[in-house]
């Protein structure tokens, strides 16, 4: 990740202030910013000797499921500890150890740690609550725990997301909630399923200079971020 954005931002940099044009002057005021931010982060994560990894799952306007990987370390300089967005990684397949291998990818890639290094100072361990992560043998918490290079790390499942489950399970008995989540799952597989009608529904937002978000799956998503 660091070496991409550093890459980009070097191209950048040898263009000639004649070459460069007004739309490129945020581009390398963002990566200049992410690139320090990430290489600060980088050396706080090699040199803490605990840290806490959280996932989230997403989706991109394509139908690509995606990684969102947050750390969580000792920042001795505040002298408190800090959480922070990491990165963004598009697993293999949704597998419990392909999105695992994109989780080690993120952290390794970012901080420059083999992945047994990081694995070794994992206290703690958040998650979605989805089946791929949660699972004992196959999903990701059990396959670290089978890893050698854990060491008793903490599991814990987003207090947000056991709050979404227990109010959407709380309406499921009225019938004008049942109608309306079965309406958002229609919208969502016709999108998700269908690349041509995803890219019609781009076209039309565009048409008439709107944003829009492709629908997602479940219906309703109380909560994001963990």
């Known amino acids: 990740m660091i070496m991409k954005l550093s890459a980009h931002f070097k191209r950048l940099m040898e263009l000639s202030l004649e070459k460069r044009t007004p739309q490129e002057a945020p581009v ?24 806490s990894v959280m996932e989230d799952g997403g989706t991109d306007f ?9 750390v969580r370390y ?25 999105v695992l291998g994109a989780i080690s990818t993120c952290v390794t890639n970012t901080s420059g740690m083999d992945d047994s290094d990081w694995k070794g100072k994992l206290t703690a361990f958040g998650s979605d609550g989805c089946a791929v992560m949660t699972g004992s043998k196959n999903g990701v918490w059990g396959l670290l725990q089978q890893d050698q290079s ?3 790390f903490k599991r814990f499942w987003c207090g947000a997301h056991k709050v979404e489950l227990a109010v959407v399970k709380s309406l499921e008995h009225y019938d004008e909630f049942v ?31 709107e944003n829009v978000s492709r629908p997602l ?10």
């Open 28 to 51: 390398l005021n963002f990566y200049a910013t992410s690139v320090m931010q990430l290489k600060e982060t980088a050396v706080k994560l090699r040199e803490s000797h605990f840290i």
């Open 62 to 70: 394509g139908v690509l499921e995606e990684v969102l990987v947050y």
């Open 74 to 98: 000792l920042d001795w300089e505040l002298g408190k500890p800090v959480s922070e967005y990491l990165a963004i990684q598009e697993p293999k397949s949704g597998s419990g150890s392909d």
């Open 179 to 209: 109608k309306l989540r079965e309406t958002l799952q229609t919208l969502y597989k016709e999108y998700h399923y269908s690349p041509k009608a995803l890219r019609e529904l781009k076209d039309l937002a565009e048409a008439l200079e």
């Open 150 to 152: 854990t060491n008793n």
């Open 217 to 226: 799956n479940g219906g309703f998503h109380i909560c994001k971020p963990l």
